[in-house]
């Protein structure tokens, strides 16, 4: 009886011979395709995964050198300066300055990481805000422009920063970001320094 189900045969005929393949080679054949379909699955995987990953890393990146190099261009040429803020209302630019005469003991360096706003004239003495309280914004008096891609990124820390080493300088603005992709996590930092060069000309 056990030889009779060893050599079972399904009617599946070869054409050359007219013979049937066993029941053991149909499942060597399975085997081989299931092994197969599960090594192609996975590597379509890791590549649509890997072109996720890699879009990712250009939304952000592409949004943060666009939200850069807008901001940097329009404090490098700026008319005016009014100063940075905590609240987006009070607006200081005397903290950027450091005292023209030694003092008793060194003046503390100021803590920028809740500065979140900065307004200016720009050259053709219109005035705007840069804003980097929950986005990243460029505010002027009538309208609000994102500069980054709200739907698939978010800003998860920002600051401004400015410095003079005496009054009569042009005021050098810090810029330091980081953006997160809200899908894949994926994450960068952007920073620079900007000389307003048209301040105190």
Known sequence: MIKKIFNFQFSIFNGKSGAGFTLIELLAVVIVLVTTGTIVSAILFNTIRGTRNTSATDRVSTSGSFAIDNISRDLKFAYGFFGISQNGVDFDKDICSVP???????????????????KIYDQDRNEISYSCNGGFYK???????????????????????CSQDFPTDPPSIGISFTIQDKSSSKSASFQTSVTMRNINK
């Open 100 to 118: 023209l005469s030694p003092t008793p003991t060194p003046a503390p360096t100021p803590d920028f990481s809740s500065y979140k706003y900065i």
């Open 139 to 161: 505010i002027t008096p009538t309208d609000t422009l994102s500069l980054i891609n709200e739907n698939d990124l978010i800003v998860t820390s920002c600051n401004f920063s």
